[in-house]
Nanobody, 116 residues
Framework: QVQLVESGGGLVQPGGSLRLSCAAS????????MGWYRQGPGKQRELVAT???????NYADSVKGRFTISRDNAQNTAYLQMNSLEPEDTAVYYC??????????WGQGTQVTVSS
């Protein structure tokens, strides 16, 4: 059974930081591209960042220079370090695991709220 479990969300003031974690089980983690997506109130789900199985990152323009995606294959965990948070970053953040062939897996999401 595949599970992706996000953690680390919460309430933070503008300009603050959070670190999200995505713990994976039931997959060969090192073979998967891992991604973070988010869905804000009244908005569609959108890409935040991805990191390939080789460690190459990709970011949405809106988070470049503020967010950093990383992975620890030994711990089967992906991370999203979020700095200089803005109210517009408020959303449910989802973890995704994908490969070129086979199903894509999603986590249940973690809420991030940026507000003073």
């Amino acid at each position: 059974q595949v599970q992706l479990v996000e953690s680390g969300g919460g309430l933070v003031q503008p300009g603050g930081s959070l670190r999200l974690s995505c713990a994976a089980s039931g997959i060969i983690f090192r073979l998967y591209t891992m991604g973070w997506y988010r869905q804000g109130p009244g908005k569609q789900r959108e890409l935040v960042a991805t990191i390939t199985n080789n460690g190459r990152p990709n970011y949405a323009d809106s988070v470049k220079g503020r967010f950093t995606i990383s992975r620890d294959n030994a711990q089967n965990t992906a991370y999203l370090q979020m700095n200089s948070l803005e109210p517009e970053d408020t959303a449910v953040y989802y973890c995704r695991a994908e490969r070129a062939y086979g199903p894509t897996y999603w986590g249940q999401g973690t809420q991030v709220t940026v507000s003073s």
